[in-house]
C-alpha cells in the first residue's frame, strides 16, 4: 500500500510544532494531527516571561499561534482531530482518527501531559461546578469569592497569583511545609497580599455533591492527622501533569511514572518512532526544551528516513522495564 | 468560519428558546483557549445533525444570568436541553465522537 506520509506528527504543543517546522524545511511535507488540547498546555496560561527570544514576555496563546504559523508557512499540514488510535506494530504505522486512517514511514509523538486530577472521585464531578485545572479559563465565575489553590509548584503559584486579582482570598493548599516553585514566582506569591498558605495539609473531601457545587475543602493535616474544614465556592488543582501515553501502552516502553522511554535522542523502542516535548520529559517540562526535543525527534526522522540513523548500541536492554 | 447554522442566545430569551426539541448550547466567551478549540466541532455537530438538532452559543460576558442559573462554573461547557428539560452537561473538551454519541441518545 502507498504511505499517506513520511512524518506524521500527534500533537500540537512546542514540541510537535516545532518538529513540525524543521520536517517541513526538510521537505517532508510533515502532517500534524492537532489534539484535543490543540496548542497544548500554553494554551492555558498566561505570561511566558522565559521562552528565550521574548524580553518583555509573550502570551502563551501567542506563543502557540506564532508556532503554528512558522510550522504552516513553511509546508507544514496541520488538522483538527484527536487519535482515538495507533499502530505501530505493522508498517507503514497507522494512526486512526475517529473514522480516518492515516499511514506514515514515520512518526514523531509530541502528546504532552495534561493536568493531574486529585483522585478523590468528587473533584471529577465537581469539574465545572467550583472544581478547575484551568485558572485562566475558570477565573472569571470566581469574582468577589474566596478560592483555594492546591498544589506548591509553578502551575500552582501561577494560578494564585492570576487569581488573587479575581478573588476576595486565595488560600494556597500544600502537603509540605515549602514550596517547590521558582524563586520568582515563590516571591510573587508571597508578596501578594491576598494569598495566604496553609502548610502541610492535603484536601481529602470537597463539599458539596448534593448541592452540585463546592462550598468546602475538607482537609488533613500531614503531620497531626486533625481534620478541618476550609469554605471556599472554588478550588483550582495544580499538582502536576500525567503524560498522555495511553495510546502506546503495549506498544512503546514506558517509565514506571507512564512517560514514553527515549534513547539517543528522542527515539523510542520501536525503529522510526520518536518522542519529543513532555510525553517523554518528566524532569524539565518547559516550553523551550520541549520545543528543543521536538528539533531533535524531526532531525532524527529526517536521518530515518534517509537511511542515515544508525543503529545505536544500546536499543533498551533492561527487559524488565521496556 | 463559524457555521451560519449556529444560533446565539441570550438571557433575556433563553427559557424560550430551550423550550421545544434537542437543544445544544455551547456556553463560551471570547478570552477562553480551550472554547476557541471547541468551536469547531460545535460547528460540525450543526452542520450534521441539521435540522434534527438546535445549536446554540452564549457569551457568558454579556449574558452572565444563565451560565448563573445552571451552575456553569467553568467553560467551555456544553449543555443539552430537551424539550426545556436539561439533559446533559458536558464540562471541558470533548471529542467530537463523545458528543455526537451523546447528542443522539436523546434524539
Known amino acids: 500500500m502507498s504511505t499517506d506520509r513520511q512524518v506524521i506528527i500527534i500533537g500540537s504543543g512546542p ?8 520536517a517541513a524545511r526538510a521537505n517532508l511535507k510533515p502532517l500534524v494531527i492537532e489534539g484535543i488540547e490543540a496548542g497544548g498546555q500554553l494554551m492555558l496560561t498566561t505570561m511566558v516571561e522565559n521562552y528565550p527570544g521574548f524580553r518583555g514576555g509573550i502570551m502563551g496563546p501567542d506563543l502557540m499561534q506564532e508556532m503554528r504559523l512558522q510550522a504552516e508557512h513553511f509546508g507544514a499540514d496541520i488538522i483538527q482531530g484527536d487519535v482515538s ?17 492515516y499511514t506514515a514511514d514515520s512518526l514523531i509523538i509530541a502528546t504532552g501531559a495534561s493536568a493531574k486530577w486529585l483522585d478523590l472521585g468528587v473533584d471529577k464531578k465537581l469539574s465545572g461546578r467550583g472544581v478547575s485545572t484551568c485558572a485562566t479559563c475558570d477565573g472569571f465565575f470566581f469574582k468577589g469569592l474566596p478560592v483555594a489553590v492546591v498544589g506548591g509548584g509553578d502551575t500552582a503559584m501561577e494560578e494564585a497569583i492570576y487569581l488573587s486579582k479575581l478573588a476576595t482570598q486565595v488560600t494556597v493548599i500544600h502537603r509540605r511545609d515549602s514550596l517547590r516553585a521558582s524563586k520568582v514566582m515563590q516571591d510573587k506569591a508571597f508578596n501578594t497580599p491576598n494569598i495566604t498558605f496553609l502548610w502541610n495539609r492535603e484536601v481529602v473531601d470537597i463539599k458539596d455533591l448534593d448541592q452540585g457545587k463546592v462550598t468546602a475543602l475538607v482537609l488533613r493535616d500531614t503531620k497531626t492527622g486533625e481534620k478541618s474544614e476550609l469554605a471556599v465556592d472554588g478550588v483550582f488543582i495544580g499538582i502536576g501533569h500525567t503524560p498522555n501515553t495511553a495510546l502506546f501502552k503495549g506498544q512503546l516502553a514506558m517509565h514506571d511514572n507512564g512517560y514514553l ?19 517523554q520529559d518528566h524532569i524539565y517540562r518547559q516550553a523551550v526544551t520541549a520545543a528543543g526535543s521536538g528539533c531533535m525527534a524531526a532531525i532524527d526522522a529526517e536521518r530515518f528516513l534517509s537511511g542515515t540513523l544508525h543503529e545505536s548500541s544500546h536499543e533498551l536492554v533492561n527487559p524488565t522495564t521496556a | ?50 435540522g434534527r438538532l438546535t445549536v446554540a452559543k452564549v457569551d457568558i460576558d454579556e449574558n452572565p444570568m444563565t451560565p448563573s442559573r445552571f451552575m456553569v462554573r467553568g467553560i467551555p461547557t456544553l449543555l443539552l436541553f430537551k424539550d426545556g428539560d436539561l439533559k446533559e452537561t458536558v464540562v471541558g473538551l470533548e471529542t467530537k465522537d463523545r458528543l455526537t454519541q451523546i447528542i443522539t441518545k436523546h434524539l
Open chain 1, 85 to 101: 488510535s495507533v499502530d505501530v506494530s505493522v508498517r507503514p504505522f497507522r494512526i486512526n482518527v475517529d473514522k480516518t486512517q
Open chain 1, 15 to 22: 514540541a510537535g510544532l516545532t518538529a513540525a517546522l524543521y
Open chain 1, 261 to 279: 522511554k527515549t534513547h539517543d535522542g528522542s527515539r523510542t523502542s520501536v525503529r522510526g518512532v520518536f518522542a519529543a516535548g513532555d510525553v
Open chain 2, 1 to 50: 468560519m463559524a457555521s451560519e447554522k449556529v444560533k446565539t442566545f441570550t438571557d433575556a430569551t433563553f427559557t424560550d428558546d430551550v423550550k421545544s426539541g434537542v437543544v445544544l448550547v455551547d456556553f463560551w466567551a471570547t478570552w477562553c483557549a480551550p472554547c476557541r478549540r471547541i468551536a469547531p466541532i460545535v460547528d460540525q455537530l450543526a452542520e450534521e445533525f441539521n
